[in-house]
Nanobody, 125 residues
């Protein structure tokens, strides 16, 4: 079992940047495919970015492609999400997710077993 704790959220103006971090503990982090999802009020949870167990491939949702970058450091048990050129529509709670079942990061929340508590990102116009 793995525990996930997100950090780095906050308030930023349109066009600004934030870097989210997810710290994992409790198990060998390289055994888990990981992803970032986000959920705005009244909307379904949306896939933002995913990365395979050993960082061979990354995946992005269409709405963040070209602006967000996911990375991981298995030695430090962390996965990060660099968010640039932020827009008001990026406002949401961002969640880190992990799965030991899948090797390739998935866009579907149901494929992930472990979730962090979320961190709020607010982009002002």
């Amino acid at each position: 079992q793995v525990q996930l704790v997100e950090s780095g959220g906050g308030l930023v103006q349109t066009g600004g940047s934030l870097r989210l971090s997810c710290a994992a503990s409790g198990h060998t982090f390289s055994d888990y495919a990981t992803a970032w999802f986000r959920q705005a009020p009244g909307k379904e949870r949306e896939f933002a970015a995913g990365i395979n167990r050993i960082s061979t491939n990354t995946y992005y949702g269409d709405s963040v492609k070209g602006r967000f970058t996911i990375s991981r450091d298995n030695a430090k048990n962390t996965v990060n999400l660099q968010m640039n050129n932020l827009k008001p529509e990026d406002t949401a709670v961002y969640y880190c997710a992990a799965s030991a079942v899948i090797r390739v990061a998935s866009r579907w929340p149901s494929n992930y077993t472990y979730w962090g508590q979320g961190t709020q990102v607010t982009v002002s116009s």
